[in-house]
């Protein structure tokens, strides 16, 4: 399960761990990560493998046997951090661009997506409006609104994921990645020493860390949720694509002849085309052992047939 997907450069930002599970463990230390590795960090801590090893010191390795059903990633675009609480959260330095990219499972067709949609919901009875201090935040800015229509799509995940409760029953791991941008767009309107800048940030605060003991709870206690917050994106760290013939044709060759480095696929495709050999080898033998021994008088279905048809004749 996986809402968004982006790709670009970020400057000035921070990873935080909201909840984890005891089986992933998250070290405590000022160890930056590289953007482009977060979601390799998710996939190891739910127990799957990598094409490339990371050497990231913060994750350690956790019990095997049980690892997360879930890992929801949170990304707030606006500010390099958020005031969260100490000592329940860790959080680390985050470097380079960052990718995450999923699929929306076919339950969140309900949620609300266009702008008319969000603004219809935020004015019904159970709307996080009749929940939230809004303070310095007003109902008739479509900017404040933006913001607080975020809020709701966060209430309405969990709300949608505590009626829908066979989806984080199942076998199949859930990924959930979500992009907030409403809290930058308040900051690009009023300016980050705003009222209205630091309100909106102590209730994002509030609204992410119920967002996070729900989804926790709704998992049993066995899920990940991860908080990134990005400064700003920077537009020329994007990946574009480029062709083999601007590529620079380099020699890197080591003089000591040593082999090219195996990646994590090879161990299978040795053993498929070991046994596959070793299966036709076999057979091969024991056919030919059985036609060589075989008797033409007794064995050859030629011999019968021909046989039959002589008696008869």
Same mark, same amino acid.
């Given at each position: 399960?996986?809402?968004?997907?982006?790709?670009?450069?970020?400057?000035?930002?921070?990873?935080?761990?909201?909840?984890?599970?005891?089986?992933?463990?998250?070290?405590?230390?000022?160890?930056?990560?590289?953007?482009?590795?977060?979601?390799?960090?998710?996939?190891?801590?739910?127990?799957?493998?990598?094409?490339?090893?990371?050497?990231?010191?913060?994750?350690?390795?956790?019990?095997?046997?049980?690892?997360?059903?879930?890992?929801?990633?949170?990304?707030?675009?606006?500010?390099?951090?958020?005031?969260?609480?100490?000592?329940?959260?860790?959080?680390?330095?985050? +470097? %380079?661009? &960052?990718?995450?990219?999923?699929?929306? =499972? @076919?339950?969140?067709?309900?949620?609300? *997506?266009? $702008?008319?949609? !969000?603004?219809?919901?935020?004015?019904? +009875? %159970?709307? &996080?409006?009749?929940?939230?201090?809004? =303070? @310095?935040?007003?109902?008739?800015?479509? *900017?404040? $609104?933006?913001? !607080?229509?975020?809020?709701?799509?966060?209430?309405?995940?969990?709300?949608?994921?505590?009626?829908?409760?066979?989806?984080?029953?199942?076998?199949?791991?859930? $990924?959930?990645? !979500?992009?907030?941008?409403?809290?930058?767009?308040?900051?690009?309107?009023?300016?980050?020493?705003?009222?209205?800048?630091?309100?909106?940030?102590?209730?994002?605060?509030?609204? !992410?860390?119920?967002?996070?003991?729900?989804?926790?709870?709704?998992?049993?206690?066995?899920?990940?949720?991860?908080?990134?917050?990005?400064?700003?994106?920077?537009?020329?760290?994007?990946?574009?694509?480029?062709?083999?013939?601007?590529?620079?044709?380099?020699?890197?060759?080591?003089?000591?002849?040593?082999?090219?480095?195996?990646?994590?696929?090879?161990?299978?495709?040795?053993?498929?085309?070991?046994?596959?050999?070793?299966?036709?080898?076999?057979?091969?033998?024991?056919?030919?052992?059985?036609?060589?021994?075989?008797?033409?008088?007794?064995?050859?279905?030629?011999?019968?047939?021909?046989?039959?048809?002589?008696?008869?004749?």
């Amino acid at each position: 399960l996986a809402v968004a997907g982006l790709q670009f450069g970020v400057l000035g930002n921070e990873f935080s761990i909201l909840r984890s599970p005891g089986s992933v463990v998250f070290r405590n230390g000022n160890w930056p990560i590289p953007g482009e590795r977060i979601p390799d960090v998710a996939a190891l801590s739910m127990g799957f493998s990598v094409k490339e090893d990371l050497s990231w010191p913060g994750l350690a390795v956790g019990n095997l046997f049980h690892r997360p059903r879930a890992t929801v990633m949170v990304m707030v675009k606006g500010v390099d951090k958020l005031a969260l609480p100490p000592g329940s959260v860790i959080s680390y330095p985050l +470097e %380079n661009r &960052v990718y995450m990219v999923g699929k929306a =499972n @076919s339950v969140f067709e309900d949620l609300s *997506v266009t $702008l008319r949609q !969000l603004r219809n919901r935020l004015f019904q +009875e %159970n709307s &996080v409006l009749n929940s939230l201090p809004l =303070n @310095s935040l007003s109902r008739n800015n479509e *900017v404040d $609104l933006l913001f !607080l229509s975020e809020l709701q799509i966060l209430h309405d995940i969990s709300s949608l994921l505590s009626r829908h409760k066979h989806l984080a029953k199942d076998h199949s791991p859930d $990924l959930y990645s !979500l992009e907030l941008a409403g809290l930058d767009e308040i900051g690009k309107r009023y300016g980050e020493d705003s009222e209205q800048f630091r309100d909106a940030s102590k209730i994002l605060v509030d609204a !992410l860390q119920k967002f996070a003991d729900d989804m926790y709870n709704l998992y049993g206690g066995n899920a990940v949720v991860e908080l990134v917050t990005v400064k700003s994106f920077d537009t020329s760290l994007v990946r574009k694509t480029r062709t083999i013939l601007e590529t620079k044709q380099t020699n890197t060759a080591s003089p000591y002849n040593l082999a090219y480095k195996y990646n994590f696929e090879y161990s299978v495709v040795f053993n498929m085309v070991l046994w596959i050999m070793i299966a036709l080898a076999l057979a091969v033998i024991i056919t030919s052992y059985n036609i060589w021994n075989m008797d033409p008088g007794y064995d050859s279905i030629i011999y019968r047939m021909t046989n039959q048809k002589i008696r008869m004749d």
